[in-house]
Structure formats: C-alpha cells, structure tokens
C-alpha cells in the first residue's frame, strides 16, 4: 500500500532529524539505532527512506 503524503512527511522529518542528530555527535550507537530504527519501519517507509536520503544528498550537492 503507498504511503500517504503524511506518512512521507512523517518518515522523511524522521530520517532528517536522525541524520542531524548523528551529524552533530557520530557514535556507533547512533549509527546502530538508524539501522534497528530503518528495520522496524513497512517496507512501505523504508522505500522512502532511500528517496529522503537521495534528496539530502541533492541538496548538499547543490551547496557544495
């Protein structure tokens, strides 16, 4: 089933705020508790995971 446009609002200020917040102080468990986090999402969400860090990684090339 696809995810409503709440639900990728909902996954992708998730994914965002994982990503800045491992910016901010890296640590192994920071970097495990992303994977354990990704893993328990529908595979639904984590489709949209991989379309979220796609458009990070777009942005950041745009100011680079």
Same mark, same amino acid.
């Given at each position: 089933?696809?995810?409503?446009?709440?639900?990728?609002?909902?996954?992708?200020?998730?994914?965002?705020? @994982?990503?800045?917040?491992? =910016?901010?102080?890296? $640590?192994?468990?920071?970097?495990?508790?992303?994977?354990? &986090?990704?893993?328990? @999402?529908?595979?639904?969400? =984590?489709?949209?995971? $991989?379309?979220?860090?796609?458009?990070?990684?777009?942005? &950041?090339?745009?100011?680079?």
């Amino acid at each position: 089933m696809p995810l409503s446009a709440e639900d990728r609002e909902r996954v992708a200020a998730r994914v965002r705020w @994982m990503v800045a917040d491992y =910016r901010a102080k890296p $640590t192994p468990g920071k970097e495990d508790g992303f994977g354990v &986090e990704i893993a328990a @999402m529908s595979p639904e969400e =984590r489709e949209h995971v $991989t379309t979220v860090l796609l458009e990070l990684v777009a942005e &950041e090339a745009r100011y680079a």
